[in-house]
């Protein structure tokens, strides 16, 4: 008779234990997690000459990707220098990661109107 409780406890156990450990796994963030510094990567979509979303708020660390899904090419270049993806086919990606708090605002070389704001903090 112990041992048969004792084998019910713990398969109560291990069910309770397997169902926490689910819950936890499902509500992990994916993306823009500001609870996972370590993982954090931004993305940013170039679609119809915009950046979208045009400004992102980040955390220090963490890297921003941008990715050209437009016909045309275009570029990610900071206002201030910081960085300069160069030109960036269909299809082409380009990351920076941010280990400074501010504001950066950056745009396309080519079509100047195209304007996008990264906003980091600590
Ligand atoms: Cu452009």
């Given at each position: 008779m112990r041992i048969n409780k004792l084998t019910?406890?713990?398969t109560l156990f291990l069910a309770?234990?397997?169902t926490v450990l689910l819950g936890a796994c499902a509500?992990?963030?994916t993306q823009n997690g500001n609870s996972q510094p370590a993982t954090n990567v931004v993305k940013v979509n170039i679609k119809?000459?915009?950046f979208d979303p045009a400004v992102?708020?980040?955390?220090?660390g963490t890297t921003v990707q941008w990715t050209n899904n437009d016909s045309m090419t275009h570029t990610v270049t900071s206002d201030a220098g910081l960085f300069?993806?160069?030109n960036l086919s269909t299809?082409?990606?380009f990351s920076f990661t941010f280990d400074e708090p501010g504001t950066f605002t950056y745009s396309c070389t080519i079509h100047?109107?195209?304007?996008?704001t990264v906003e980091v903090s600590q």
């Amino acid at each position: 008779m112990r041992i048969n409780k004792l084998t019910i406890f713990l398969t109560l156990f291990l069910a309770i234990f397997l169902t926490v450990l689910l819950g936890a796994c499902a509500s992990t963030p994916t993306q823009n997690g500001n609870s996972q510094p370590a993982t954090n990567v931004v993305k940013v979509n170039i679609k119809d000459f915009t950046f979208d979303p045009a400004v992102v708020s980040i955390q220090v660390g963490t890297t921003v990707q941008w990715t050209n899904n437009d016909s045309m090419t275009h570029t990610v270049t900071s206002d201030a220098g910081l960085f300069d993806s160069g030109n960036l086919s269909t299809d082409d990606t380009f990351s920076f990661t941010f280990d400074e708090p501010g504001t950066f605002t950056y745009s396309c070389t080519i079509h100047p109107s195209m304007t996008g704001t990264v906003e980091v903090s600590q």
